[in-house]
């Protein structure tokens, strides 16, 4: 069975500090899908990153980076430099890679604040 | 190009009454689901759909039915509203290569 892990429920950090949010990941298929969604105050779910098993270099988009690790199972997401417009649940999320038709599964979330 | 949609964004019902919660896509995905996200319980699925016709329970399945009449429709039907079906609901869609897309939620209290 799969499963995702964030071990954070709540992080805090001052503005402009870096945090790292983690989410491990367990599943007997060798090739998978890890996703991560950001979901604001507002409410809405928003996609950020889908990263396929056979790709383990890290990605960077601005501020963000995250660091996959296959060996560690773990889909790591950095933010540098927090802004308090970062703050928002993180979901890091998992399916397989064969079939589009099964569901994702998610983990239960990360609280990011970020304060001023 | 709207993506998800969804109807309605809030919606208060008396314990016993039924309703009909609507989800509409564009992107002419395959799959489509449901979510229940109650707070520090992260997201739960309901219902899922691989395509017209075709429809299967996730994790939550009581108290709730759907059906898929084409691949732009996913509605859900609460049969009879009870107090712990308070929560926010989210319909989605999903790519074959796996990006799942959200709709905007509806809010949803049984009194």
């Known amino acids: 069975a799969q499963k995702v892990t964030q071990a954070q429920t709540e992080i805090s950090v001052v503005e402009k500090e870096d945090v790292t949010l983690d989410c491990v990941y367990e599943?007997?298929?060798?090739?998978?899908?890890l996703f991560w969604y950001k979901q604001p105050p507002s409410g809405e779910l928003v996609f950020l990153i889908r990263?396929?098993?056979?790709?383990?270099q890290n990605e960077i988009s601005g501020r963000y980076s995250w660091n996959f690790q296959k060996s560690t199972s773990s889909f790591n997401f950095t933010i540098t430099a927090s802004q308090v417009v970062d703050s928002a649940v993180y979901f890091c999320a998992l399916s397989d890679y064969n079939s589009g038709n099964t569901p994702l599964v998610f983990g239960k979330g990360t609280r990011l604040s970020v304060i001023a | 190009n709207a993506g998800v949609t969804q109807t309605p964004k809030f919606q208060v019902l008396k314990t016993g009454q039924s309703m009909t919660l609507q989800c509409a896509q564009d992107m002419n995905h395959e799959y489509m689901s449901w979510y229940r996200q109650d707070p520090g319980m992260g997201l739960r699925l309901i219902h899922y759909?691989?395509?017209?016709?075709?429809?299967d329970q996730g994790e939550v399945p009581n108290g709730y039915n759907v059906s898929r009449s084409t691949t732009e429709d996913f509605p859900l039907r609460l049969l009879s509203a009870a107090p712990s079906q308070t929560s926010v609901y989210f319909c989605?869609?999903?790519?074959?290569?796996?990006?799942?897309?959200f709709g905007p939620g509806t809010r949803l209290t049984v009194t």
């Open positions: 990263r396929n098993s056979f790709d383990e």
């Open positions: 989605a869609s999903k790519r074959r290569s796996g990006e799942q897309y």
């Open positions: 759909s691989v395509g017209a016709g075709i429809t």
């Open positions: 599943t007997r298929d060798t090739t998978y899908y």
